[in-house]
């Protein structure tokens, strides 16, 4: 059996015989006992480590360094692990390390094919294997930047997934939200009503320490002109931006056998500077069928019946957010480049490999007009540059509508190449044109719409007199996080500059 199998089986077994670890790793974080200095994490077996790593709803952050290194390289290492697990405690995100020749730091190279020393992010989100759809997995992210705390905080939360969470845009896809997870329809719901543009960490972290209690929503600021956003505010008595942020947990009536109605709760202690442990504990008040609180009044004595349903709730939920996944993955998949009855046809760009096919690496004379966006709204972006192409043959020759390229790249494959053309991580998302004879850069202040899109391009097109650009070399441009093959496991959702106060 190979490492990689023999991990899986584990895990499979683990859950079988102890389901409920993870509500106690909740139920510990909501007392305050996770991810202090003190609560450093090592592994002395494989078993060890998976019994942690893939029990946890919430994040694990892993680092692994040589053996051979000095004495005071070592110290620095774990002094390294101690300060960034203080700093991710208000996170719940715990953080570990092993050595390279170690039993686990043996198997982990052996199962992910890394060079210590090496950070590694396993993500609170449990996968289905493709090989086998009953065995669940998590894979990692690895760190390739420099070990600034700054910089591998905000990769770290960058990373986490917000794959349980629902954008809401109007009544249609609240709606829509309201009915999934039909197997369960008691499912109470947690809306989120935000000022922001993007979801900050707290509330993805959030959503994955709940996920098998709650199905998770969130309206981004619904008052920044989107009638159809400000009347999803307004059925939950939100009038005005001063009155954002706001957190509603919503209960299914059961007088209502249409499931048109709710009990609505707004959690009136919630503010701007609530923190993850408060915003746990005051949520769990009101999910008293939450994993957590089943198994904290069960005691020592939990009926395994119980816990079986726990884990078969759990997996069907981690079975329909994967469908979802799926179907982004294979709807942005499907987008190759070629040319069409308009031009070339918009491509989905998640990794180095792709990137340097698809836009760095184009005849002289060509034009690429880049889209950095947020993961869930890849399909959407593609969506509104297949009719910016569209418009451009109408107005173009056939020859330089053949010229201009389209890309729409995942955020967060690309972070150090935002960086790069003064891209602001927390307003996605973001177009820059480039060209590349010579090669210059301009960056979209507008609105991301087709007609706004359309006049950037006209006015852009003849970069060489255009006004407004940057000299670039391509040889200078950071590399992906992802170089080739499979885009990330857990791509996140949301970037922005900075955490702090912040959902």
């Known amino acids: 059996m190979s490492t990689s199998s023999t991990l899986c089986l584990l895990l499979t077994l683990f859950w079988l015989c102890c ?57 620095e290492w774990k002094e390294f692990v101690e300060e960034l697990s203080s700093l991710l405690h208000d996170f719940l995100i715990r953080v570990g390390y092993v050595t390279s020749n170690s039993e686990v730091g043996k198997h982990l190279k052996t199962i992910y094919g890394f060079n210590p020393p090496s950070l590694m992010f396993f993500d609170g989100f449990l996968s289905f294997s493709p090989f086998n759809s009953s065995t669940l997995n998590k894979y990692p992210k690895f760190y390739s930047g420099n070990l600034a705390y700054k910089s591998v905080l905000r990769w770290i939360l960058q990373s986490i997934a917000p794959d349980f969470i629902t954008r809401l845009e109007d009544e249609n896809d609240l709606w829509e939200w309201f009915h999934q997870m039909p197997r369960y329809p008691q499912l109470p ?65 059961a007088d209502d056998p249409d499931g048109l109605e709710d009990d609505v709760h707004r959690l009136q202690s919630f503010t701007p500077k609530s923190t993850l442990h408060g915003i746990l504990n005051d949520l769990l008040k009101h999910l008293p069928e939450a994993s957590a609180n089943i198994m904290r009044n069960s005691g020592a004595g939990a009926d395994p019946t119980t816990i079986g349903d726990l884990w078969k709730r759990r997996l069907y939920i981690l079975g329909e957010v994967e469908k979802a996944r799926q179907a982004i993955r294979k709807y942005a998949s499907n987008h190759t480049s070629g040319p069409s009855k308009f031009g070339n046809r918009p491509v989905a760009v998640r990794s180095q490999d792709e990137w340097e096919r698809n836009c760095l690496h184009l005849p002289t004379g060509h034009q690429c007009l880049v889209a950095f966006s947020e ?59 480039l060209v590349n004879d010579p090669e210059l850069y301009f960056n979209f202040d507008g609105s991301f719409s087709e007609d706004p899109l359309v006049e950037f391009c006209q006015s852009k097109l003849q970069a060489q007199t255009a006004s407004g650009h940057k000299s670039f070399s391509v040889k200078k441009i950071p590399p992906f996080s992802i170089s080739k093959g499979e885009p990330p496991e857990h791509p996140s959702e949301d970037t922005q500059e900075g955490y702090e106060g912040d959902l």
């Open 189 to 253: 719901r947690v809306l989120y009503f935000t000022g922001k543009s993007y979801v900050g960490p707290v509330y993805r972290l959030l959503s994955q320490a709940l996920h098998p209690d709650a199905v998770f929503g969130v309206v981004l600021d619904p008052f920044a002109g989107d009638p159809e956003k400000t009347a999803l505010a307004r059925l939950y008595d939100l009038h005005h931006p001063a009155e954002l942020p706001a957190l509603f947990v919503l209960h299914p009536r």
């Open 375 to 433: 993961f869930a709204l890849m399909e959407k972006a593609i969506s509104i540059f297949e009719g910016v192409a569209e418009k451009c043959s109408g107005l173009l020759s056939s020859e330089i509508a053949q010229r201009v390229h389209f890309v729409v790249v995942d955020a967060t494959s690309s972070v150090e190449v935002m960086a790069f053309f003064g891209v602001d991580p927390g307003h996605l998302p973001a177009v820059v044109l």
């Open 19 to 75: 389901g409920c670890l993870p509500c106690k790793a909740i139920d510990n974080a909501t007392s305050g006992d996770a991810g202090s200095m003190s609560n450093m994490l090592t592994f002395s077996t494989m078993e060890e480590f998976t019994k942690t790593a893939f029990s946890l709803q919430l994040p694990l952050v892993v680092v692994v360094f040589n053996d051979e290194e000095s004495v005071e390289r070592t110290t």
